[in-house]
């Protein structure tokens, strides 16, 4: 497994204001993955981290609303930019290692957009 | 369109009974599969995780998987109180890297 740590664990934002989430993992990686998780709802891939280049965006994602960072291989931030209410969620880190096909998630940010 | 569906919940068992929790996917190519639990504002966590057809047990929870109708189930044996949470049933798709799609979830109520 791994131990995964996000920050914030929650914010309340304004609209049309960024928030940029941090997921830090206790060893290194393979693969880091951002998801979200809209109230009731279940799991959706926003994007693959991938370190030392651009992430990989799932359908109906895009750069400029959800720009993603991995500077390493413990490391990496979303920012959720321009925010409106339809942005309130949870969004989570998870983290995969080669060597195994699971995913551990980290503890999620929870994101309320007034 | 790469899909993974389960039972729509939520299901109400009463303490002590079997648990059976289903998932079907779409994607015939699909090698790995998972169920993760939710409690109520956490995250997931997982709990098991099947790649061969037949049965794989851990403890009160046997993973079931046949390939060939493309369906996985989940049962919770001697079902508690703590066992009320959300399943995520999560497939792993072929040259997919390693990205998951997970189904829409079902709600597992334990009764005491």
């Known amino acids: 497994s791994a131990v995964i740590s996000q920050k914030p664990s929650r914010d309340i934002c304004q609209r049309g204001t960024s928030l940029t989430i941090q997921c830090q993992v206790d060893?290194?990686?393979?693969?880091m993955f951002w998801y979200r998780q809209q109230p009731g709802q279940s799991l959706t891939l926003i994007a693959t981290a991938n370190q030392g280049s651009e992430a990989t965006y799932e359908s109906g994602f895009v750069i400029d609303k959800f720009p993603i960072s991995r500077p390493n291989l413990t490391f990496s931030t979303l920012t959720v930019s321009n925010m409106s209410p339809e942005d309130s969620s949870i969004y989570l880190c998870?983290?995969?290692?080669?060597?195994?096909?699971?995913?551990?998630f980290g503890p999620g940010t929870r994101l309320l957009v007034l | 369109q790469k899909e993974v569906e389960q039972n729509s919940g939520p299901l109400s068992v009463p303490e002590g009974a079997i648990a059976s929790l289903n998932c079907t996917y779409s994607d015939r190519g699909s090698q790995s599969f998972f169920w993760y639990r939710q409690y109520s504002g956490k995250s997931p966590e997982l709990i098991m995780s099947?790649?061969?057809?037949g049965d794989k047990e851990d403890g009160r929870f046997t993973a079931q998987l046949n390939k060939a109708s493309q369906y996985v189930s989940l049962l919770i044996r001697d079902s508690q109180p703590s066992d009320s949470a959300t399943y995520l049933c999560a497939v792993m798709l072929d040259n997919y890297g390693q990205n998951f799609v997970f189904g829409p979830g079902t709600r597992l109520s334990v009764l005491p």
């Open positions: 060893s290194q990686v393979t693969m």
């Open positions: 998870s983290v995969a290692r080669s060597s195994e096909e699971t995913q551990y």
């Open positions: 099947i790649y061969s057809n």
